[in-house]
Structures are given as C-alpha cells and as structure tokens.
C-alpha cells in the first residue's frame, strides 16, 4: 500500500514538472540562445533567388572581345612608322565609338578582385618573366615601373550584351622616355584586370624574325592564355599590314545565348604575330 502511495506522489510530482516546463522551458532556452549570438557577428552562406546565374567569360571568350572592341576605336598601337603614333596618345579620346562593342576608360577603377594601379607593374613584369620563360619573347626584357610607364584601365564592353565585358590595363612606355634607349624594353601591352594574363604586347628584341618560329610562339601563348582551336590563318593579307614579317592565326570567338557561334564574319578571333626590322620591334596583336 504504501508502495502504491509512493508511486502516486511521484506521478504527480513529475506531471507538475512537465507542465512547469511547458511553460517556462521553451522562454528559458530561447534566451539562453540568445546570449549565445547577441553581441557576435557570424557569417553565412545564402543563396539570392535574385542574384541569378553569374556568367564567367572564358579566355576565348575574353579575347574575342577585345579585339571587336579594339578594332572600334582607331589608336596607332606601335611606335613603328612614326608617322603611325600619335604623339601623347594618352591623351586620345576613347569614347567616340562606332558598332556594338565599346573600349572606354574605367572611371570607377578596379574591383577588390582585380590588380590594382600600385600592382599593375609587378603584375606585368612577372607575366612578361612568364613569356620569356615560355619562348614567347626571345629573351627578358627591362623593368616596367611607374618611373617610366603609364598604366590605364579600360573596359571592354559588348553593349547589346554588358555582362559580356573584360577590364585591361594599358601598361605604355611613357613619353617622356619616348626618346631613351628602348632596347629590350616593352613599348605596349594589354594586361588582363582580373587574370593578370598578357593579350597583346609590342617589345623590343635583339633577336631577329629569322631566329623565331611563330608556330611554336603561338602555340606557347595559345598555352598560356588557356586558348583552344588554334589555327593558321589562311587568311594573310600583307597589304593591310605596315611589315611584311607577320604570321597570322585564328582561335573560335564567342558563341550567343543559344550555344551557335555569333554570326558575324565567322566568329573567330584573328591573332597576329609579327616583327618590325630596323627597330626590331615583337609584337602580337588581337586586332584584325
């Protein structure tokens, strides 16, 4: 009996206890939750249903690009031909373009995840170091610094599409160095924002276009620039070139929302390779 008493009490104590839980419990643990993440900043990963899908350029995405955009603006690219270089030709206006593909200058300056105006020339030294070190230029060439170069930032821009577009510094041998010694120095060079990858340079060389072997230069820099579809070009129109020293080559260019590659011209990027004597002038151009 008294066992049966016991077991009364204790059923009533713990019924007690649950409904004393039940209406304190839940209050006690939500503030205990609360120290736990007030006055503490914690970060999450979230997904924006409005963010959508980022679309990345790919290098023969990238390339074709800024040779549209190049070949819509008309700026004398080599010092060769003085009668081809605008004297202070930083002072040239961009932004008076023709067609769909634009090359103005990027006023809000670089992202937090592109090379900045204080990194370009370190940049540009190591990836110039890199084509010398992959046979791309015969041998190394002077160093770059803002003692002796301007570096300007531009974007690449396909206006029908303006997600397609791709930020390059121009890295110039400055002019008031116009008229020093430019033996083994870099005149030009489009330089990747983001990447930091070389597209196109214009570099003094002690060797001689008779030395090179263009096909293995372009497969080198194909390499380098993680370009695929090379090609010789068979397309080679000296008359439209101010040297007869030029090889030029193909890659695919960009492709259009449905996957089919746009239709203009065959949507292929032309690459020119080619050597200035006298100066003895290297240079690789996207331009057509």
């Known amino acids: 009996m008294k066992w049966k008493l016991n077991r009364e009490k204790a059923a009533v104590i713990l019924a007690v ?38 679309y990345t350029m790919n290098s023969n995405e990238k390339i074709y690009l800024l040779s549209k955009c190049l070949d819509n603006r008309s700026v004398p690219e080599s010092e ?7 004297e202070n030709d930083e002072t040239i206006e961009y932004e008076g373009l023709k067609g769909t ?12 995840k592109e090379v ?34 301007t570096a ?27 008229n020093a010694d430019k033996k083994n120095r870099l005149i030009d060079a ?7 990858k070389i597209y196109e340079f214009y570099v003094r060389t002690e060797g001689t276009w008779a030395d090179m072997q263009p096909d293995s230069i372009m497969a ?35 492709v259009n929302g449905s996957g089919n590659a746009i239709e203009e011209a065959d949507g292929m990027t032309t690459l020119t390779l080619g050597f200035y004597e006298g100066i003895n002038e290297l240079f690789l151009k996207v331009e057509k």
């Open 220 to 254: 080198s820099f194909s390499e380098y620039l993680g370009l695929y579809g090379l090609e010789r070009s068979e397309r080679l129109d000296t008359l439209t070139e101010t040297t007869s020293n030029i090889e030029k080559y193909t890659v695919p260019g960009m």
């Open 17 to 54: 206890l649950v409904v004393l839980f039940a209406l304190w419990g839940p209050e006690a643990v939500a503030g205990y939750k609360d120290k736990g993440l007030l006055n503490q900043i914690r970060a999450e990963q979230v997904e924006s249903g409005s963010e959508g899908y980022r």
């Open 116 to 149: 900045t105006e204080e990194q370009i020339y370190d940049v540009c030294n190591r990836e110039l170091e890199r084509l010398h070190e992959l046979g791309i230029i015969p041998e190394s060439v002077r160093e770059v610094s803002a003692d002796s170069y």
């Open 152 to 178: 300007v930032l531009y974007s690449a821009i396909d206006v029908l599409e303006p997600r397609n577009n791709v930020a390059v510094w121009k890295v110039s041998l400055s002019t008031n160095v116009q």
């Open 190 to 196: 489009y330089v990747d924002a983001g990447t930091g």
């Open 80 to 86: 060769f031909s003085a009668l081809t270089r605008v």
């Open 101 to 112: 593909y634009a090359f103005v200058l990027n006023h809000q300056g670089p992202s937090d």
